[in-house]
T-cell receptor, first 115, second 112 residues
Framework: DAGVIQSPRHEVTEMGQEVTLRCKPI?????LFWYRQTMMRGLELLIY????????DSGMPEDRFSAKMPNASFSTLKIQPSEPRDSAVYFC?????????????FGPGTRLTVL | DQQVKQNSPSLSVQEGRISILNCDYT??????FLWYKKYPAEGPTFLIS?????DKNEDGRFTVFLNKSAKHLSLHIVPSQPGDSAVYFC???????????FGTGTSLTVIP
């Protein structure tokens, strides 16, 4: 398996623009998580899905953030409009029975810079 | 509010010596704890875990110790190697829960 795949790896955009981050979880995993990494807060959970259904989005900072999982193999995190304070590394992770539900497998992350 | 805290942002250790990374948590419902390791430009990878029924778990050079009464865990790396230089994240969960709560990370540098 290729592991969790994220795209793009780097994104530079201007304030006010829409940003879409993409994630393909490990095949067979039924949980998908979106995290944001910052120096101040470390790895911060934004939202997670179970069987494509959003379970907890309490970590989504503002209405500018939205996430979808239209099928078991694809999820998006959208920021509209983007702001400089959204600059961070965004990780997607998946978890499933194959991993014993005891660990989350992370993608390589998307480094977002909002100018 | 940060439920998992790593109060040391960085740590430097000589090669061959012991590295000790510390983590504190506040939620007494947590009963499963993990350490993740992260290299630059990569995602975190699982390193070692421990459940609350144990106070120690060992895997090669890596040992995690859990002190439930103090709500504290630590990761020991013996002997430390330059390839261990990375950011280490502590995480906590309940076995019945789905969320992992991560700390802010400790950047370990092992000096050759």
């Amino acid at each position: 398996d290729a592991g969790v795949i994220q795209s793009p790896r780097h994104e530079v955009t201007e304030m006010g623009q829409e940003v879409t981050l993409r994630c393909k979880p490990i095949s067979g995993h039924d949980y998908l998580f979106w995290y944001r990494q910052t120096m101040m807060r470390g790895l911060e959970l934004l939202i997670y899905f179970n069987n494509n259904v959003p379970i907890d989005d309490s970590g989504m900072p503002e209405d500018r953030f939205s996430a979808k999982m239209p099928n078991a193999s694809f999820s998006t995190l959208k920021i509209q409009p983007s702001e400089p304070r959204d600059s961070a590394v965004y990780f997607c992770a998946s978890r499933g029975l194959a991993g014993g539900y005891n660990e989350q497998f992370f993608g390589p992350g998307t480094r977002l810079t909002v100018l | 509010d940060q439920q998992v805290k790593q109060n040391s942002p960085s740590l430097s250790v000589q090669e061959g010596r012991i590295s000790i990374l510390n983590c504190d948590y506040t939620n007494s419902m947590f009963d499963y704890f993990l350490w993740y390791k992260k290299y630059p430009a990569e995602g975190p990878t699982f390193l070692i875990s421990i459940s609350s029924i144990k106070d120690k778990n060992e895997d090669g050079r890596f040992t995690v110790f859990l002190n439930k009464s103090a709500k504290h865990l630590s990761l020991h790396i013996v002997p430390s190697q330059p390839g261990d230089s990375a950011v280490y994240f502590c995480a906590a969960s309940s076995l019945s829960g789905n969320q992992f709560y991560f700390g802010t990370g400790t950047s370990l540098t092992v000096i050759p």
